[in-house]
Every structure is written in structure tokens, then in C-alpha cells.
């Protein structure tokens, strides 16, 4: 059974809360632990905005001609007297798995929002660096539309080639099929995908088990692609074909079904 986490505003709500619990807890470095239960403390806030000297030095005084100082994106510091708590949290490795979750969730709530988005991806590459588990997450923010995908292009690239990305597939197939979107939109991202899959000769268990759904965008991306003019639609068409003969050569998805719709093309 799984230990639920609770992230109190401060160390003396956070002793509130476990006393609420009625469990013993053991005082650790940060938090109290209970074999059932976690709970945690942020002092307040750990990070606070950025004063405007840190956009600008010349900002450091305040003058009637440089206000209002409204930044294109705001920027924020971690708070020097409350660092410490700040880097138990940050740690992620010091995390067990339902600690990390139990971010990630948090994470969740506020990963369509202007103002956190940045920091919101910043921590959940973070996360994967770490080979933490997001499939959950990767699909949720698929299947909720948190996703923007002129904001969120990049971070979709690198995200989607992990191995929790490829666990997600379906949500992204279920995504663009759901909102009538064009493939081609994220021919970038299902290319990732699909060379994250086909290239890595150590990941043969993944590969078939989701070997009917890579057939499936590839051929759906081969659809839009081929026959058009465009240069750029070509070498898509012909990336295509690359990784189709790949799948062909290592008998991934069904094979001869849609090599047949491909030849018929």
C-alpha cells in the first residue's frame, strides 16, 4: 500500500496535520513519516518573484520613467532562509516513489496556467532526467487538454521519447484523433516517438506490446505526407518509409496488413 503525502504550509500546520492522523510518526529531516502516511512543510513560501535588478541592474532604484516594470516572463528565486527545505523538496532523489506522485499530481493542477507552465515543465524534465515514472502524468495532461501545442512543442519532443512517453502513446493518438487535429502537426513529436522505439535494440518488450499503435501513426503520417509537393512534406513522407522498413525488418505491428496499404498508395 502506497503512503499518502500532505505538504502543509508550515512546520506547525504540518504538526497539526499529524496529530489529525492519530498514527505515530518519526521526525526526519524535513517531514514526518508514518508507515502509512507522510507530511511535509513548505515554511511559507520557498520561492518568491525576482526583484527587477535581476532583469536589469539599472532597475535596482526605482524611477517614476522605468514604471510600471511588467516582465515578458517572470522569474523567480528560491528564498535564501528557507533554502534547505526547499532543496528536501527539490531533491527528487532523496524521494520515495509515492512522494514523487504526489508532486507530480500538484504538478498537474498547474501545468495549464501562464503563469507556472515554465517551471511546471522545468520540474517534470527534472523528473524524467531522474528516470522517475510519468506515464500517468504524460497521459493525463493528453486526455485533461492541458496541452498547447504551440507552448508546449518542445517539451512534448523531449518527453514523449522517454520511456514513460512510450508507455503514453495511446493518449497522444487519442488526443489528436479526439480533437479532429492534423498529424502533421505533430510530425515532429510522432517521429520522436516512433525512432525512440525503433532505434533501441534493448527495448523489444515495449516495442510489441505498442507495435499496432506505431503502425498506426505511421501510417497515418504517410497518409498526409506522400504525394505532396512540398519539400518539407516529402522528407516527412520519407522519413516515413525509413522507419517503416525498420518495423518491417524487426516484424513490429501488423505487418503485412499495412504493408499492403502502403503499396496500394
Excluded at 33 to 48: R, S
Amino acid at each position: 500500500m502506497g503512503k499518502s503525502v500532505y505538504i502543509a504550509e508550515k512546520p506547525s500546520v504540518a504538526q497539526e496535520f499529524a496529530k489529525a492522523l492519530h498514527v505515530n510518526f518519526k521526525r526526519k529531516d524535513g517531514y514526518l513519516e508514518a508507515d502509512e502516511h507522510i507530511v511535509t512543510w513548505c515554511v511559507g513560501h520557498l520561492i518568491t518573484m525576482s526583484y527587477p535588478e535581476a532583469y536589469d541592474e539599472n532597475l535596482k532604484k526605482w524611477r517614476f520613467d522605468t514604471l510600471p516594470f511588467i516582465p515578458g516572463q517572470f522569474k523567480y528565486e528560491v528564498i535564501p532562509a528557507v533554502k534547505k527545505q526547499f532543496d528536501i523538496v527539490k531533491n527528487i532523489q532523496s524521494m520515495d516513489e509515492i512522494q514523487q506522485q504526489e508532486i507530480i499530481r500538484m504538478i498537474e493542477n498547474y501545468f495549464n496556467t501562464t503563469e507556472y507552465n515554465e517551471k511546471c515543465k522545468e520540474v517534470i524534465l527534472n523528473f524524467n532526467n531522474n528516470n522517475c515514472n510519468l506515464e500517468n502524468f504524460i497521459s493525463r495532461i493528453f486526455y485533461d487538454k492541458d496541452i498547447d501545442l504551440k507552448r508546449d512543442k518542445e517539451f512534448l519532443i523531449e518527453i514523449t521519447k522517454s520511456n514513460s512517453g512510450r508507455k503514453s502513446i495511446h493518449a497522444l493518438i487519442n488526443y489528436i484523433e479526439e480533437n479532429a487535429l492534423s498529424i502533421i502537426d505533430f510530425s515532429q513529436i510522432i517521429l520522436g516517438v516512433l525512432k525512440s522505439f525503433v532505434d533501441e535494440e534493448y527495448n523489444q518488450e515495449n516495442i510489441y506490446f505498442y507495435g499496432d499503435e506505431l503502425s498506426k501513426l505511421v501510417v497515418a503520417l504517410y497518409d498526409e505526407t506522400e504525394g505532396k509537393n512540398e519539400l518539407e512534406m516529402k522528407k516527412l513522407a520519407s522519413e516515413c518509409l525509413d522507419i517503416w522498413d525498420k518495423m518491417f525488418e524487426r516484424q513490429i505491428g501488423t505487418i503485412k496488413l499495412l504493408s499492403k496499404e502502403i503499396l496500394d498508395r
